[in-house]
């Protein structure tokens, strides 16, 4: 299995234009989870899946964010219009149903300028 | 929801020395901590894990404690080595809720 995969791996956008980050989980896991990391806060979680439905999404911190988990394989975190402060990596994670380790993705590094 | 409290932040040791770090956790009904280790530009990755049912972990070099009545768990690294120096962040997780709650991480410096 190839794990988490996450594109881009850096994407660097103009403050007001529309960011899509993409995350494929490992085959098999039930669990998805989005995180942002920052210096300032961490590593926050922003929403979590589970078979492809949202389960919590309260660390979705403005409406300018959205995600969406269409099928058992994909899934993207959406921010329009991004902002400078929106600028972290963001991880995509994974999990099997009943087992608590997260598999992470590589990043995807966003800088708004 | 959970708070999950890391301490130290920065960590310094000498090569063959042991390193530990402690965290805290706020909400009683966590049953599983795990640890993960993030080496710089790289993803987050877990190197172990306890569950509250279990009072001590060891693998290899690497060995977790949980003390379930303070509410508080610590990594431990003996016979440090180079490739040891990382972030290190430890986090716990609710009973029946699957959202791991990360403390602020560790950065371990292991000096050859």
């Known amino acids: 299995d190839a794990g988490v995969i996450q594109s881009p791996r850096h994407e660097v956008t103009e403050m007001g234009q529309e960011v899509t980050l993409r995350c494929k989980p490992i085959s098999g896991h039930d669990y998805l989870f989005w995180y942002r990391q920052t210096m300032m806060r961490g590593l926050e979680l922003l929403i979590y899946?589970?078979?492809?439905?949202?389960?919590?999404d309260s660390g979705m911190p403005e409406d300018r964010f959205s995600a969406k988990m269409p099928n058992a394989s994909f899934s993207t975190l959406k921010i329009q219009p991004s902002e400078p402060r929106d600028s972290a990596v963001y991880f995509c994670?994974?999990?099997?149903?009943?087992?608590?380790?997260?598999?992470f993705g590589s990043g995807t590094r966003l800088t708004v300028v | 929801g959970e708070n999950v409290e890391q301490h130290p932040s920065t960590l310094s040791v000498q090569e063959g020395d042991s390193a530990v770090i402690k965290c805290t956790y706020s909400d009683s009904a966590s049953n599983y901590f795990p640890w993960y280790k993030q080496e710089l530009g790289k993803r987050p990755q877990l190197i172990i894990d306890?569950?509250?049912?279990?009072g001590e972990k060891k693998d290899q070099r690497i060995a977790v404690t949980l003390n379930k009545t303070a509410k508080h768990f610590s990594l431990h690294i003996t016979e440090t080595q180079p490739e040891d120096s990382a972030v290190y962040f430890c986090?716990?997780?609710?009973?029946?809720?699957?959202?791991?709650?990360f403390g602020a991480g560790t950065t371990v410096t292991v000096r050859a």
């Open positions: 306890i569950r509250s049912n279990v």
């Open positions: 899946f589970n078979n492809n439905v949202p389960i919590d």
């Open positions: 986090a716990a997780d609710p009973l029946n809720d699957y959202k791991l709650s």
């Open positions: 994670a994974s999990s099997p149903t009943g087992y608590y380790g997260y598999t």
